[in-house]
C-alpha cells in the first residue's frame, strides 16, 4: 500500500505584502486551494486557514510539492515559495515553512502523511 499525503492548515506568520496577502495554493503544480480556478484567501498575519484538501498518493519518484503564491492582479502573482514532502516522512502530521520565495512572506504549512487509506 502506497502512502499520501494531505495538506490540513495554513499559518501566516508574516504577510509578504504591507498588511494583507491574497494567497493560493498549488500541489505538483496544479492549482487547488481555495478552489480550483481563480479563488484566493485574504491573508494576515497570525491568521490560520483550514485547508483540508484531497489526499494525494506519492508518485513513483516519492515527492508531493506545495507551492504557495500571492496574487497581485493585473499584474501576475508572486511565489511565497514552496513545501516538498517526501515519502520518507514517517507517517503522522508535520509542519513545515514554505520556503525559497526570496520575499518577505512567511507560512507553515500542517500536513498530514498516512498510508493511502487514512
Ligand atoms: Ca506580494
Ligand atoms: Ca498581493
Known sequence: MGKAVRAL???CQQTDDDDEDEIFMFCNGQRFWPNGSDGTIEATQGG????YGPIVPFPPE???RFSLRDDES???SDSLGWVDVSVDEAVGEH??????????GLYT???F???SDF
Open 9 to 11: 492548515t495554513i499559518l
Open 48 to 51: 490560520t486557514w483550514g485547508i
Open 62 to 64: 516519492g515527492n508531493v
Open 74 to 76: 493585473p499584474l501576475g
Open 95 to 104: 509542519q513545515a515553512d514554505f520556503d525559497g520565495g526570496g520575499d518577505d
Open 109 to 111: 504549512l500542517t500536513y
Open 113 to 115: 502523511v498516512g498510508n
